[in-house]
């Protein structure tokens, strides 16, 4: 990329040419070196001067190059009145890469009266396909625009080239098809779920005559910038299996208590049930909408306790998911999508960002279902014991059996005289 934008700003008069990377070291620790190397045995009467202050390599022809980091807010000082060619570097590293592309880059080729001025995104494939650089892949791909090279296809010998692949795990790992052959993969070694496989996890299942007696559950994870992410399923108690079946978004602007209520109620009416058959939970991080959605709406959720930590709470879903016991209805699409790309930041304490898909909001919902409210639903019976038997076909050698006998229930009967 160095060489195609110094070819360029040697070949053209007065062209303005902008290279950006996602961060500012690396220009000090990897461009810069690539550039004065390059430009080491360049005749004297047209060798460019580079401008530390500027951040620029200006050409005698009235062209420069301008450097500078993209992430953390940095993109703002790649921003002219025109360019003639835009080249972001390692595209899938930088964080906000829709911004850059569509704010920054985008307005300036606009400006520019040169017939040949381009784009150049050259990179790697992202940790993980859900990210801008795979629609701008994609894209290019329909165009014509598209060139994709792997490590078969350089200059290294043979043997190195196997040696590479083995350190770094074999042609079938993750790091190895993501660095080595340009594939979108998303990266085992940070995603959230390992264990997920939509093609295993993701059915609709049919209802049985039992459903009526099954407890709804619900898990919400409350946002703002990113999403406020609601699910609500049931628990499968004969099949021994957790059925998420629907969901909803909001954020920023379409986020109010009263709109979030208004959706949760309009989805639970699908399910037509006794309301006290419900079972929520929510995160903590917002107590004055949980009062509010339970008082004002009468919607009460329970607050999540996270006295385990994140990473403990991802292993239980983790193992749900591996014992088989989660199934997610194909509408919700936020839901798989979450599931599937969703990765750790390097960290591994708490989640990336996504563009679409928030701070994957839809894990941290269904991990409070399930590693909170799943305890204290799933080994309870709620089919009533006489359901279905032929009384008269039955003998009942220690007399009729009571559904949910309780020691409490005579108190309570004299609490309440006039109800029993």
Request: proline share 5%; net charge neutral.
């Amino acid at each position: 990329m160095a060489i195609i934008a110094i070819e360029t700003a040697l070949k053209n008069i007065n062209y303005q040419i902008h290279f950006g990377a996602p961060y500012q070291n690396a220009l000090k620790d990897f461009l810069l070196p690539i550039f004065n190397q390059i430009l080491s045995d360049c005749p004297s009467d047209i060798r460019p001067t580079w401008k530390h202050q500027e951040g620029k390599f200006i050409f005698q022809n009235g062209s420069y190059i301008k450097l500078c980091g993209a992430n953390n807010g940095q993109f703002e000082n790649l921003r002219g009145n025109k360019s003639d060619l835009f080249i972001l570097d390692e595209a899938a590293q930088i964080d906000d890469l829709d911004t850059v592309v569509k704010d920054v880059a985008l307005p300036q080729l606009l400006t520019s009266k040169n017939k040949e001025k381009r784009i150049i995104l050259p990179s790697t494939p992202p940790n993980t396909p859900d990210h801008p650089f795979k629609v701008y892949a994609e894209k290019a791909k329909g165009r014509g625009a598209y060139s994709e090279f792997t490590i078969e296809e350089s200059w290294y010998e043979k043997d190195e080239i196997e040696r590479l692949i083995e350190e770094m795990g074999g042609r079938t790992s993750t790091r190895c098809l993501r660095e080595l052959f340009c594939k979108f993969v998303t990266d085992s070694t940070l995603q959230i779920v390992p264990e997920w496989d939509s093609s295993l996890f993701v059915k609709e299942i049919e209802k049985d005559d039992y459903f009526q007696f099954y407890t709804q559950v619900e898990g919400m994870d409350i946002g703002y910038r990113d999403f406020t992410a609601w699910i609500m399923g049931y628990w499968d108690f004969l099949g021994a299996r957790l059925v998420i079946e629907h969901e909803v978004a909001i954020r920023e602007n379409d986020f109010t208590t009263e709109n979030l209520a208004k959706l949760i109620k309009q989805t639970e009416e699908v399910y037509k049930i006794n309301q006290t058959r419900f079972r929520r939970i929510s995160d903590n991080n917002n107590l004055n909408i949980l009062a509010d959605l339970g008082r004002i709406y009468k919607l009460p959720f329970g607050p999540v306790s996270k006295k385990h930590g994140k990473t403990w709470m991802v292993n239980q879903l983790r193992q749900f998911i591996k014992s088989g016991k989660l199934y997610i209805h194909p509408r919700c699409k936020m839901l798989i999508s979450s599931l599937e790309f969703g990765i750790w930041k390097k960290n591994l304490e708490e989640f990336e960002r996504s563009a679409d898909l928030g701070h994957y909001d839809f894990v941290d919902a269904l991990v409070y279902l399930i590693a909170v409210l799943m305890p204290t639903v799933q080994n309870i019976n709620p089919i009533p014991p006489l359901y279905k038997l032929d009384l008269a076909r039955t003998m009942f050698p220690n007399g009729m059996p009571r559904h949910n006998p309780n020691q409490m229930d005579e108190e309570v009967k004299k609490i309440f005289p006039k109800l029993y």
